[in-house]
């Protein structure tokens, strides 16, 4: 009998013990906050604008400062000088009338970093606007 009342006071001690209402969320803990190493850009074809991806996979929608465009919509060649990470207006309502596939060469692309330091990446190509073959019925 005694042995039971000591095991029944164990547990009970325990559990008063482990009800604590101290808060130790921020007691000894450590908070890892990643850091933004721009790793490669990427075209948003819905908001016409080019974005920044980091080593994490975070996007960096305002990191890109400047780029050039070429691309050719009916049979006319286009290009342009961006400044900031969005197409021009103009271009904007050429891409979205789209009723074919088209492709648009990214070159010349600048961004910058977390601490301000400008960086350039490779030229890239991307698709847009809508195959003609999804759209026959």
Same mark, same amino acid.
């Given at each position: ?5 000591? &095991? ?32 490669? $850009? ?11 991806? /980091? ?8 990191? $890109? $400062? ?9 049979? &006319? ?31 010349? &692309?600048?961004?910058? /970093?977390?601490?301000?330091?400008? &960086? ?18």
């Amino acid at each position: 009998m005694k042995e039971l009342f000591t &095991i029944i006071l164990f547990f009970c001690t325990s559990l008063m013990f482990a009800q604590d209402t101290v808060s130790i969320d921020h007691n000894g803990s450590i908070k890892v906050q990643k850091k933004a190493i721009l790793h490669s $850009v990427i075209y948003d074809d819905v908001n016409f604008r080019l974005v920044c991806r /980091d080593i994490y996979g975070n996007i960096h929608d305002s990191a $890109v $400062v400047s780029f050039d465009i070429k691309t050719t919509v009916r049979g &006319i060649a286009y290009a342009e000088k961006t400044t900031g990470p969005f197409l021009s207006k103009q271009m904007q309502q050429r891409l979205g009338r789209l009723d074919g596939l088209v492709v648009i060469m990214f070159s010349n &692309i600048k961004a910058k /970093d977390i601490n301000g330091q400008i &960086i350039s990446f490779p030229n890239f190509k991307a698709e847009t606007g809508k195959a003609r073959e999804n759209q026959d019925f």
